[in-house]
C-alpha cells in the first residue's frame, strides 16, 4: 500500500484514457454545471470542492441534470441542514419506482437473471414493467396500503427486484434478506417491522448444492404475527405443499402474471422506500430507513456519474440481497442499464471463473465484487482473461480495504484498459463515501477520491481534521441518502447515538481512514465490532446468539481482523463448560450451529479455547479493544486496563494477536522462496 508523506505524490497506477474520460457522463455533467450553474470546474477535485460547498447548487443540479420528476415541486432544496436532522427538498412528491421503471426501453434486457448453474432468463423493459404491475395489484389485494411493509426472504433473483418495485410503486415499505439466514435471524429483523406480506422462494443455489428453504420460510412466517399472506416462489423447482402454510398464500407464477395497469403512488421526498439492517453488533439488528427522493438522488449520482452508468450497458455484480451493494444493483436500473442477477456461489467447485464467463457471455461493462474474491483468483489460479473481457471497462471492489496486490493481478489478469476501482460506503446511507469515476485517477491500495456530495475528512483524537495522517471517517454536512430514522426509535436515541455522539453535529462512521495530500481515500478497516466476511457485513451477536445456546460453551467472542497481507481472519473465542474439551467434535458441533442457526458466512476461521472473555465493568463485551489488541495496537491504547474486569486479560489477547502475526508473516515468506 503506498504510504503518503506529504510532500510525496507517488505516480498513479492507472490513469484514464482521456478520450474515454471526455466521453463519460461525469465529464459531460461538468460541462453541463458550466452552462447552467456558471460553475468552472476544471477537474475532479474543483467539481468535489463546489459539491461540497454548495449542496443545494449540486443536488438541484443532479435533480435537473437527471431529469427527476415530481408531482408536486419542491420549496426549497435544503431547509435545514442540521444532522442529524437535515430536510432536503421540502414539499415535493415523486417515486423511486416510477422514475427507474421509466429508465427501461421497451424491447432491450434490463434485467438479465443468471445462476450457477449455467441458466439464464431475460426480460425486458416492458416484461419488467408488467410483472411490476402485477405483483403491486397482487399485493394491494392482499391489503397492502401505503406505509405497510413488505418483506422478502430470498436470494438474488429478478423476484426480489420486482417485488421491491411493485412495493414501492404502492408507496409500501420493503426489507429483504438472503435465504442462508436462518429463520430466526430473519425474523429478527422482520418481526420488528410487523409486515403484512412475505414474499418466500423455495430455495437458493450455492457451490453446487440446491439449498431447500420451504420448511424455514414456513417457521419464519410462523414467527411473523403480522402477516396476512405470502407469495411463494418457484425458483429451485421444489414443489410448495398444499397446506401447513401459517397464512393464505398466492403463487409467483400467479401474481405476477395478471394484466394491469402500472400506477405508482407520489410520496413525499422522505417517505420511506426501504430498511436495511445493522449487523447486529449488539442487540437485535437496527433497522435503517431510507426514503424514496434521498435514494433517487444519490443512486443516480452514483451509478450514473461515479460508475458512468447508462443505456447499452450492463452490470454484474456480486451480491446478497442483505448487502446494501444488492440495492445499488437495482438502481442501476434507473441508468437505463441492464442490472445482470445472480444466484450461486463466487467461485462453485466445478466452474470456478463462472463469474468472469458470464461478464464475457454477456458483454458486461462494469463488473462488481469483493477484494477476498480478487484475491481468491489470484491465489487459486484463476484465469479471468481466458474469456473475453474487452467489454469490462470497470472493476469495482467494496466490503473491505483492497490490498494494493490486487491492481497488479487485475491489470495482467483483466486488462489494462480497466480502472479497478476501490469504493467505500455503507448500508446505512446505502451508498458511497469514496471511490472512483472514469476521470480520476487509481492509485495502488487507494480510493481515488470523495464522492461527489460527500464532505469527508479524518479526524484525529481531537475532532480535527488531518491530511497523510489515520484518523476517524466522518462526513460533516448532511447527504440526502443519510437515514430517516431508525426504525422503533421514536426519540431518535438511538439513531444519534450510533453516528453524532462522538462528534456533535458531524457523522462519525466507524472507519480509520487516512486523507492523503494527493487526493486520494486509504481505508484501514472498521473502528467498530461488525464483522466483514467476504464482503459482507455480518452481526457478531448472531454469532454469539447461536453458540452460547450450546450447553458446552458459556460465553463466546467473534473478531473479524484486516491483516496486513490484505487477508481477513475471523476467529471466535470460546469459554468452556465445566467437563468440556475443545475437540473435533465439538467444533463441527459449533460450525453446524452457526450454519444452521445463523448462515454459511457466520462460520469462523477458527474456534479457540479462552479462559474468558473481556468485558467492562459493567458487563459488555468489549469486542473492539480485543479486535486491536489482536491486530497490534499497544495494550495502552486499545484499552484502558482501569476500564474492564479482567485486566490480566488483556496480556493475554495481545499475545495472541501477536502470535497470529508471526504466522502470516511465515506463511507470507513461505510463499516467496
Not at 427501461?104 to 432468463?121: C, K, T, V
Not at 460453551?553 to 474439551?581: Q, R
Not at 486479560?649 to 499475545?655: N, S, T
Not at 495472541?656 to 516467496?672: K, M, N, P, Q, Y
Amino acid at each position: 500500500m503506498t504510504t503518503p508523506t506529504g510532500t510525496d505524490h507517488p505516480e498513479p497506477f492507472w490513469t484514464p484514457d482521456p478520450a474515454a474520460s471526455e466521453n463519460s457522463r461525469i465529464a459531460d455533467f461538468g460541462r453541463w454545471v458550466a452552462r447552467h450553474r456558471g460553475v468552472e470546474a476544471s477537474d475532479y477535485a474543483a467539481l468535489h470542492r463546489w459539491s461540497v460547498t454548495d449542496l443545494e447548487g449540486f443536488w438541484s443540479a443532479i435533480w435537473e441534470y437527471f431529469e427527476v420528476r415530481a408531482d408536486t415541486p419542491y420549496e426549497r432544496v435544503l431547509e435545514r441542514e442540521t444532522m442529524p436532522g437535515a430536510r432536503w427538498f421540502t414539499g415535493a412528491t415523486l417515486n423511486y419506482a416510477e422514475h427507474l421503471l421509466r429508465a427501461l426501453a421497451p424491447d432491450r434486457p434490463a434485467i438479465i437473471a443468471l445462476d450457477e448453474n449455467g441458466s439464464e432468463h431475460v426480460l425486458s423493459g416492458d416484461d419488467v414493467r408488467a410483472r411490476v404491475a402485477s405483483v403491486a395489484a397482487t399485493l394491494r389485494d392482499m391489503g397492502v396500503r401505503r406505509g405497510d411493509r413488505v418483506v422478502g426472504y430470498l436470494p438474488n433473483t429478478p423476484h426480489a427486484m420486482i417485488a421491491l418495485l411493485a412495493a414501492a410503486t404502492l408507496g409500501a415499505v420493503w426489507s429483504v434478506c438472503g435465504q442462508d439466514y436462518a429463520p430466526r435471524a430473519a425474523a429478527d429483523r422482520f418481526a420488528q417491522l410487523e409486515p403484512t406480506v412475505l414474499v418466500a422462494a423455495d430455495g437458493y443455489l450455492f457451490n453446487g448444492t440446491t439449498h431447500d428453504r420451504r420448511d424455514a420460510s414456513r417457521e419464519l412466517a410462523r414467527a411473523l404475527p403480522s402477516l396476512k399472506a405470502t407469495i411463494l416462489v418457484d425458483h429451485v423447482g421444489l414443489p410448495w405443499p398444499g397446506d401447513g402454510h401459517p397464512t393464505s398464500t398466492a403463487r409467483w407464477e400467479d401474481a405476477a402474471t395478471r394484466t394491469e395497469p402500472l400506477g405508482c403512488e407520489a410520496v413525499p421526498f422522505d417517505h420511506p422506500l426501504w430498511i436495511l439492517f445493522s449487523s447486529g453488533t449488539t442487540g437485535l439488528p437496527k433497522g435503517i430507513v431510507h426514503g424514496h427522493g434521498g435514494i433517487l438522488l444519490e443512486h443516480l449520482k452514483v451509478m450514473g456519474l461515479h460508475s458512468d452508468l447508462g443505456p447499452g450497458d450492463r452490470l454484474l455484480w456480486y451480491t446478497t440481497t442483505h448487502w446494501m451493494m444488492w440495492n445499488m444493483q437495482v438502481s442501476a436500473l434507473l441508468t437505463g442499464a441492464a442490472a445482470c442477477t445472480y444466484d450461486g456461489g463466487p467461485v462453485p467447485p466445478a466452474r470456478p471463473d463462472l463469474l468472469w464467463e458470464l461478464a464475457a457471455r454477456h458483454r458486461v461493462t462494469v463488473f462488481g465484487t469483493s477484494p477476498q474474491y480478487l484475491l481468491a483468483c489470484a491465489k487459486y489460479g484463476i484465469e479471468p482473461d481466458a474469456h473475453d473481457l474487452s467489454a469490462v471497462r470497470m472493476v469495482g471492489s467494496t466490503g473491505s480495504p483492497l490490498p494494493a496486490s490486487a491492481h497488479p493481478w487485475v491489470r495482467a489478469h483483466v486488462g489494462a484498459h480497466v480502472q479497478l476501482a476501490s469504493t467505500s460506503g455503507g448500508t446505512d446511507v446505502a451508498s458511497g463515501f469514496a471511490g472512483s469515476t472514469p476521470t480520476t485517477p487509481v492509485w495502488e491500495g487507494e480510493l481515488s477520491a470523495p464522492n461527489l456530495g460527500v464532505a469527508l475528512a479524518a479526524y484525529d483524537d481531537r475532532g480535527g481534521p488531518v491530511t497523510d495522517r489515520v484518523g476517524e471517517l466522518v462526513v460533516t454536512r448532511p447527504m440526502p441518502s443519510m437515514p430517516l430514522h431508525f426504525w422503533n426509535d421514536a426519540h431518535g436515541t438511538r439513531y444519534h447515538d450510533a453516528y453524532f455522539a462522538a462528534y456533535p453535529g458531524v457523522w462519525r462512521h466507524g472507519d480509520r481512514i487516512t486523507r492523503t495530500s494527493h487526493g486520494s481515500v486509504i481505508v484501514h478497516g472498521r473502528s467498530d465490532a461488525t464483522l466483514n466476511r467476504h464482503g459482507v457485513r455480518l452481526g457478531s451477536g448472531d454469532v454469539h446468539d447461536v453458540v452460547e445456546r450450546l450447553p458446552e460453551i458459556t460465553e463466546a467472542l467473534v473478531i473479524g481482523c484486516e491483516e496486513p497481507d490484505g487477508g481477513y481472519w475471523m476467529p471466535l473465542f470460546v469459554v468452556l463448560a465445566d467437563g468440556a474439551v475443545l475437540d473435533d467434535a465439538l467444533r463441527e458441533t459449533i460450525r453446524e450451529a452457526i450454519r444452521s442457526g445463523a448462515s454459511p458466512r457466520h462460520v469462523p476461521d477458527e474456534i479457540l479455547q479462552v479462559p474468558a472473555v473481556l468485558h467492562t465493568r459493567t458487563g459488555k463485551k468489549l469486542e473492539v479493544p480485543v479486535k486491536r489488541l489482536l491486530q497490534g495496537v499497544a495494550p495502552e491504547q486499545a484499552v484502558s486496563a482501569g476500564t474492564v474486569d479482567a485486566p490480566d486479560l488483556i496480556a493475554f489477547y495481545a499475545r495472541l494477536g501477536a502470535e497470529r502475526r508471526l504466522e502470516v508473516t511465515r506463511r507470507a515468506s513461505v510463499g516467496t522462496e
